[in-house]
């Protein structure tokens, strides 16, 4: 497994990170089996959301005793400042820690800034002086709310959809938070399942080395597939290329 540095939060982060948001109760103990499996792999970045309790919770009680070897991302789209800690302290409970390495903040286009009358930003600030909270980061699927929270300074990641589909508008993001040091999280790798070639899919991304692809995944047998690509990319080749160029432009 390769490891990067998630720009300016200096986390060393896997470059297979994965999301928790199709883990499910029905399914306890393989959920489990799943995130060991991801983990025993080289996987140490593990997202969730409070928007997904009981993925959050499954996620905290596979992770419990293996706590400080993983780096633990979870969110909040809370309106207020007051709902903001709350949600903090019930991602905390679910969890089982005292801390998350990375605290993102989920919105459409709104972004909390620094003396903001929301006090959204200025609570992240304080949470994360409180020792309960690592890092700051901000999840949107809006270009322009994206751009503005890397070029306020304020936020040390973005998580943000990048794929092999993506358009021009995605690419320029990738390169800002790269010129300004802002760890990159790709959601949707697979284009929110168009994308069915897992090895075009890896080779892609694996081309943008500031950029971390979070993949959600619910099977054993899609997380192998992911492992092994992941180890044995397909070759950047001319072929490649235009395999990509067709896809990009079959979708857009």
Known sequence: MEYVRLGKSNLLISRVAIGSMRLSEDSADSSADLIRKAYD?????????????????????ALYDIRRNVCLSTATSAKTARDLKADLEESLMALHTDCVDLYQYETEKFVPLEGGLDKIYDTLRDLKKQG????IGLITKDAEAAKKAVESGLYETIQF???VISTEESFEIVKLCEECDVGFIAM??????????VPLAMGFLQQYENVVPLWGTANQEHLEQILYFNEHPPVIDEKFQEDADNQRMFFN
Do not use: C, M, W
């Open 41 to 61: 792999a080289g996987v140490n970045l593990f997202d969730t959301s409070r928007n997904y309790p009981a993925s959050e919770k499954l996620l905290g009680d």
């Open 132 to 135: 309960k909270i690592k890092h």
């Open 188 to 197: 949707q790798p697979l284009g929110g399942g168009v994308v069915e070639n």
């Open 161 to 163: 959809p990048f794929n």
